[in-house]
């Protein structure tokens, strides 16, 4: 994956908002929260994102993926796609995804509605007159 699929990707995903920061890396949110970064650091692509605590152990014994630096040192569940083979594109975007999810969930229950994210169809028609 490059940066211009990275970029399209996050954008397709429901509320997101771009910044370049860091460095001039691409940094995704929902809700004014960090789910995606492409780049930081190394000249080469690179793309972190949050995950389960179950799918970290498993992803960092992948070859081309890592704890992300800074942010798994201090104790979150991150990882960096930052080498070949690593992930393939169709399971990075997988993970890219439920990284949005699991960022989303962590929103109040207002802002998740605002912004209309995890409203189950169940939940959508008890608040329908």
Known sequence: MNYTAF?????????????IQWGDSHVWKVGG???????????????????????YDFLVQVPGVRPAPYLASRGMSWVQN???????????KEHLR?????????????????????QSARHESRLKP
């Open 98 to 118: 439920e990284s949005h999810r699991i960022v989303s969930l962590g929103l109040t229950k207002k802002l998740q509605k605002q912004l209309g994210l995890n």
């Open 82 to 92: 930052y080498a070949k083979p690593g992930l393939p594109d169709k399971v990075l």
């Open 33 to 55: 929260k960090v789910f995606a970064v492409g780049g930081w650091g190394d000249n080469i692509p690179s793309f972190t994102f949050k995950t389960a605590r179950e799918d």
């Open 7 to 19: 970029n399209k990707y996050c954008q397709e995903l429901a509320a997101t908002h771009h910044v």
